[in-house]
Nanobody
């Protein structure tokens, strides 16, 4: 069982930066692949970034590639999403998720979810 709690969301101007954190409970955090997803009002949940349990494999959506960076610290049971050069279209609720074994870009394949944190980017 893994419980996830996101933090770090907020209101930022276009071009600014935010760092989201996702703290996980459970002793087996290091065995889970971690992903970040987002959902804007009226839109489907979409993949943002994912990192394998070992940290060796990393994936990004094309829309955030070069601007966002996912990282994890297994010693702290935490995964991060550094978001730079933010755009108004990045506005959404951001969720972290955990999946046993391998990472995936498909949100339906994740087993555990946090409650989400709101990110709002003003123009």
């Amino acid at each position: 069982q893994v419980q996830l709690v996101e933090s770090g969301g907020g209101l930022v101007q276009a071009g600014g930066s935010l760092r989201l954190s996702c703290a996980a409970s459970g002793r087996t955090f290091s065995s889970y692949a971690m992903g970040w997803f987002r959902q804007a009002p009226g839109k489907e949940r979409e993949f943002v970034a994912a990192k394998s349990w070992s940290g060796g494999n990393t994936y990004y959506a094309d829309s955030v590639k070069g601007r966002f960076t996912i990282s994890r610290d297994n010693a702290k049971n935490t995964v991060y999403l550094q978001m730079n050069s933010l755009k108004p279209e990045d506005t959404a609720v951001y969720y972290c998720a955990a999946r046993a074994v391998s990472s995936s870009t498909d949100w339906t394949e994740y087993d555990y979810w946090g409650q989400g944190t709101q990110v709002t980017v003003s123009s």
